[in-house]
Nanobody
Framework: QAQLVESGGGLVQAGGSLRLSCAAS????????MGWYRQAPGKQRELVAT???????NYADSVKGRFTISLDNAKNTVYLQMNSLKPEDTADYYC???????????????WGQGTQVTVSS
């Protein structure tokens, strides 16, 4: 059974940094698109960043230049380095493993339980 376990959230002052980790099991890391999404209170869940197994990345405009997504394929772990944090980055951050496209019949889309990030002004 697939499992995504996030860690690294917490309380930080504006301008500070945090690194989120997501340890994945039960998925085929090499054919998944791994991503980070976030959901602030009263708002819809939104894309933060995604990365493929070969390192192609995509970022929301609001985090470009401040956040970096990366992979450790040996550890089946995806990271989100967040720098220059702003109060508007406050949200629950969720890890996602997506296999909705690509050759073959295997399809899945899994979510972690989320980790809270609070940025104080």
């Amino acid at each position: 059974q697939a499992q995504l376990v996030e860690s690294g959230g917490g309380l930080v002052q504006a301008g500070g940094s945090l690194r989120l980790s997501c340890a994945a099991s039960g998925i085929i890391f090499s054919i998944s698109v791994m991503g980070w999404y976030r959901q602030a209170p009263g708002k819809q869940r939104e894309l933060v960043a995604t990365i493929t197994s070969v390192g192609s990345t995509n970022y929301a405009d609001s985090v470009k230049g401040r956040f970096t997504i990366s992979l450790d394929n040996a550890k089946n772990t995806v990271y989100l380095q967040m720098n220059s944090l702003k109060p508007e980055d406050t949200a629950d951050y969720y890890c996602n493993a997506d296999r909705s496209k690509g050759p073959g019949p295997l399809r899945y889309n899994y979510w972690g339980q989320g980790t809270q990030v609070t940025v104080s002004s």
